[in-house]
């Protein structure tokens, strides 16, 4: 065995979950591989270190403060979300209104009147184009179950 299959057991030996046979190899190589031994003794360190680690649970209070916080950015969410549709649907509906308005407004010229049903009609067939391609990568994505 080489070296780089018995840094595989250093773990299980300082454990003491080898076998009597894998112990013993393990030990007959330690005492002629001066690096490995060394590497053993930096494991010892830290086992031991490890070993003196304390689970400490938090204060209630502190508990208190991260849902406290966790309900506030949940509510900063919401209230962003609620403020953004709102705002969408009152953009729309007001440049609807002005379209309307500039449509039947006897005093604009055709020219312009058309060039607004144009830039709605190239804005709307956009629109389409980009949420269809979208649905389609979206539905085709490799990679959409993945958990982030």
């Given at each position: ?18 076998t009597d ?119 085709k994505d ?7």
């Amino acid at each position: 065995m080489t070296c780089h299959n018995y840094k595989d057991l250093m773990m299980g030996y300082l454990d003491n979950e080898l076998t009597d046979e894998q112990k013993k190899q393990f030990e007959e190589h330690l005492s002629g591989c001066p690096e490995c031994a060394g590497e053993l003794e930096e494991f010892r360190k830290l086992k031991a270190i490890t070993d003196e680690v304390t689970l400490v649970e938090p204060e209630d209070r502190i508990w208190q403060d991260y849902w406290n916080s966790v309900y506030n950015r949940i509510e900063r969410s919401v209230g962003w979300i609620v403020f953004s549709v709102a705002a969408i649907l009152l953009t729309i509906y007001g440049g609807f209104k002005l379209i309307e308005d500039i449509i039947k407004d006897a005093t604009v010229g055709m020219l312009l009147k058309v060039g607004l049903l144009a830039l709605i009609a190239g804005l709307a067939i956009l629109f389409v184009s980009v949420l269809r391609e979208r649905l389609h990568f979206w539905q085709k994505d490799r990679y959409k179950d993945v958990r982030r």
